[in-house]
């Protein structure tokens, strides 16, 4: 089955310490993203990549970073530096170009105290 | 700015009784506009891909148009397991997608 896998669906981490989103797609895709989910706000993009080793910043990319090494993988680490990371994280994936459709995962929920 | 504007932000409904949600946009160069149901706690699950004004896309009780300066999703009839949220996005000259902030449809039996 062709899709995009997210893990863990929930995380917990103390406030300080860096954590690693990971996400995997077997859909051939180009391009990868990563948002973040808030109550009564849009999809927000972090970060997006259009091709291996390569990456650009999204609308809030500070507290984030990204690395792109294979074409199946863009895992998001959420550094210290991120105020405020609880939120929810979903990563996509489309073929390039504004014209084509994104494909999400299941999403991961991540909770700092 | 690229924009979008989703309305209402919440609708209640009646099993059986229809409706239309709307989403208004303003983008530089539309490339596609496209239409996402997102259940809780879970990944939006995409729906339609509308190109130009004029053109319509249906599947099952979901219909959606667009015009040059919105998209409407129509749901005919609906079920109590069309309750979700309805996500808008448009993709302009940019590789991104700029979403709306979604209306929230509940379906009551």
């Known amino acids: 089955d062709g899709g995009i896998t997210q893990s863990p669906k929930y995380l917990f981490r103390k406030e300080g310490q860096n954590v690693t989103l990971s996400c995997e797609q077997n859909?051939?895709?180009?391009?990868m993203y990563w948002y973040r989910q808030d109550p009564g706000q849009g999809l927000r993009l972090i970060y997006y990549?259009?091709?291996?080793?390569?990456?650009q910043k999204g609308d809030i990319a500070e507290g984030y970073s990204v690395s792109r090494e294979k074409k199946e993988s863009f895992p998001l680490t959420v550094t210290s530096a991120q105020k405020n990371p609880t939120a929810f994280y979903l990563c996509?994936?489309?073929?390039?170009?504004?014209?084509?459709?994104?494909?999400f995962g299941p999403g991961t929920r991540l909770t700092v105290t | 700015e690229d924009q979008v504007t989703q309305s209402p932000e919440a609708l209640r409904l009646q099993e059986g009784e229809s409706s239309s949600l709307n989403c208004s946009y303003t983008?530089?160069?539309?490339?596609?506009l496209f239409w996402y149901r997102q259940d809780p706690g879970k990944g939006p699950e995409f729906l339609f891909t509308?190109?130009?004004a004029g053109e319509e896309k249906e599947k099952e009780r979901l219909k959606a148009t667009l015009t040059k300066k919105e998209s409407f999703l129509h749901i005919t009839a609906p079920k109590p397991e069309d309750s979700a949220t309805y996500l808008c996005?448009?993709?302009?000259?940019?590789?991104?997608?700029?979403f709306g902030t979604g209306t929230l449809l509940a379906v009551q039996p």
């Open positions: 996509a994936s489309s073929t390039q170009g504004g014209r084509y459709e994104q494909y």
């Open positions: 859909l051939n895709h180009d391009a």
């Open positions: 990549s259009q091709i291996v080793n390569d990456f």
């Open positions: 983008v530089s160069g539309l490339r596609g």
């Open positions: 509308l190109y130009s």
């Open positions: 996005a448009v993709g302009g000259a940019t590789n991104k997608l700029i």
